[in-house]
């Protein structure tokens, strides 16, 4: 597949956009929030820079995403003001063949033995959870627990 030139913009569209919006049209995030979000924490960055939601993007910039686990690595095609279908959307930027080659190792790695931290939905127990489970531990039998009524 043919990419068009990096200086490629779409129709009507404007010379510079933000970023946040950009993220948002691109259908890299499913709410303009989320990607503001996303960029604050610093899991976006442009040309190897950190950056901020309100950063002008141009044709040509690379962008590194960091969505869940998964680093991708974007060349800007073109800037979209509004959010289209997603063929629309992944046209308006390209991933790196490098940026592919690592998401697919390290998918492939996560199928054969998964990460044990990455089953962590939770974190630690919360006070009350701590007494819930005391609680069932206190009411539940086990056959260590039970007398030894044995032949004698």
């Known amino acids: 597949m043919k990419h068009p030139a990096p200086d490629h913009e779409a129709p009507g569209a404007p010379p510079r956009m933000r970023l946040d919006k950009w ?5 890299l995030f499913k709410t303009r929030a989320l990607a503001a979000e996303a960029v ?5 960055q ?4 950190p950056a901020k939601p309100g950063r002008e993007l141009r044709c040509g910039d690379r962008l590194q995403v960091r969505q869940g686990i ?6 800007v095609l073109a800037l979209s003001a509004v959010r289209g279908p997603a063929p629309v959307a992944q046209a308006l930027y390209a991933e790196t ?18 990460e044990p931290a990455h089953s962590i939905e939770q974190g ?10 005391a609680q069932w531990q206190r009411w539940s039998a086990s056959a260590d627990d ?3 009524n044995g032949p004698d």
Do not use: F, M
């Open 97 to 114: 063949a490098e940026s592919q080659a690592r998401r697919i190792a390290a998918a492939d790695a996560r199928r054969v033995a998964a």
């Open 46 to 49: 442009v040309n190897g820079q």
């Open 124 to 133: 630690r127990p919360t006070k009350r959870d701590r007494r819930q489970l």
């Open 40 to 44: 604050e924490r610093g899991r976006v």
């Open 70 to 75: 998964d680093e991708r690595t974007l060349d």
């Open 146 to 148: 039970l007398p030894d």
């Open 23 to 27: 993220l948002w049209a691109a259908r």
